[in-house]
Nanobody, 126 residues
Framework: QVQLVESGGGLVQAGGSLRLSCAASGRTFSSYAMGWFRQAPGKEREFVAS????????YYADSVKGRFTISRDNAKNTVYLQMNSLKPEDTAVYYC???????????????????WGQGTQVTVSS
């Protein structure tokens, strides 16, 4: 069992930066791949980024590639999402998720994840 708690969301102007954190409970955190998803009002949840259990492999949605960076610290049971050059269209609730043996393009599918956090709101003003 893994419990996930996101933090770091807030209000930022376009062009600004935020760093989201996702703290996980459970001794098996390092066994799981981690993903970030987001959901804007009236839209479906969409994939943002993922990272393998070791941190050696990452995967990004085209919409955030070059602006967002996912990383993890297994000693701290935490995964991060550094978001730079934010745009109003990045406004959404951001969720982290944990999945076992998830990698590459399959990591973009929400059904591959077993555990989800409650989400943190990110609002980018123009």
């Amino acid at each position: 069992q893994v419990q996930l708690v996101e933090s770091g969301g807030g209000l930022v102007q376009a062009g600004g930066s935020l760093r989201l954190s996702c703290a996980a409970s459970g001794r098996t955190f390092s066994s799981y791949a981690m993903g970030w998803f987001r959901q804007a009002p009236g839209k479906e949840r969409e994939f943002v980024a993922s990272i393998s259990w070791s941190g050696g492999s990452t995967y990004y949605a085209d919409s955030v590639k070059g602006r967002f960076t996912i990383s993890r610290d297994n000693a701290k049971n935490t995964v991060y999402l550094q978001m730079n050059s934010l745009k109003p269209e990045d406004t959404a609730v951001y969720y982290c998720a944990a999945g076992f043996e998830v990698a590459g393009p399959l990591s973009a599918k929400a059904v591959m994840y077993d555990y989800w956090g409650q989400g943190t709101q990110v609002t980018v003003s123009s």
